[in-house]
């Protein structure tokens, strides 16, 4: 009990120090990574609210959308300073996004997804950074999916991190690149998996990384489809909307990670 209630104190005085050097000017990601505070590998976003803060404003969607789409790009610019983080997931739009909002609503994230890929390249490659796509390609227009698989080929052989944008993404698309590989190994070798050993190296060869880390802005406390990747990962869910978040409150998102006590199952 003691070790915890000073777990939260350290906590709550770091985050407090944070605000107020923030305010003072200082750039609060880099005091992050400077902390020494323990930061996810691979940290997955589901960027939520752009709706809402848009209806809070008077505004049409396309403007919550626009201004969610540049709070992404400037985390990707934030990231880049915490270098423990090597994989980032945005998930833009699942499948059920596609086939559930309107037919305008979806074409404008489609425009928005091409430019936000046209303004995101060159900062990748700069830093030499891989993209990948995640998700099914096929059903987005021919301009986008000619986008992305350009970016994917340009930066194809770059070491740095792994941005993945995930368009017409869930987790069931996993699941099934898990089955596939188990049958094609079944055909290829015979053999049908039966350990936790199996089931890794299955999500290792279907390219199916777990996250450590999955923050969902605008404090919905769910994962609405995001499937294996999540199974191992901590959560947090800050309250503030997409479009309202600012390198703040990233940097205290991702702190709340570092002060997890996280036992995998034993005893500390
Ligand atoms: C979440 O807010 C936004 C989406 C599910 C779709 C669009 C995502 C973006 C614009 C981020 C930028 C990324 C790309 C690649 C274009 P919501 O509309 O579900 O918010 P609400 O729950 O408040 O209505």
Known sequence: MAVELTNINEKAEFQESLRKKSMSGED????LARSGLSMPSHVAIIPDGNGRWAKKNGLP??????????????LLDDLENIPDIKLITLWALSVDNLVKRSE?????????????????????????NKFLHIGDVTKLPKSLQEKLINAQDETSQNKGKTIRIGINYQGFQEDVALVNAAIEQFSTFGRRPSSRADIEDLKRISQTPHADFVIRTSGEQRFSGFGAIAEQAEFY??????????????????SEYGFRDMRFGGRK
């Open 61 to 74: 969607i396309l403007e919550g959308h626009n201004k969610g789409a540049k709070v992404l790009e400037n």
């Open 104 to 128: 305008i609503e979806v074409s404008n994230i489609m425009s928005l997804a091409e430019s936000m890929i046209d303004r995101l390249l060159p900062s990748i490659k700069a830093r030499g």
């Open 237 to 254: 869910a800050p309250s503030t909307l997409l479009p309202d978040m600012t390198s703040l409150d990233w940097a205290l998102a991702l």
């Open 28 to 31: 609060p990601i880099v005091l």
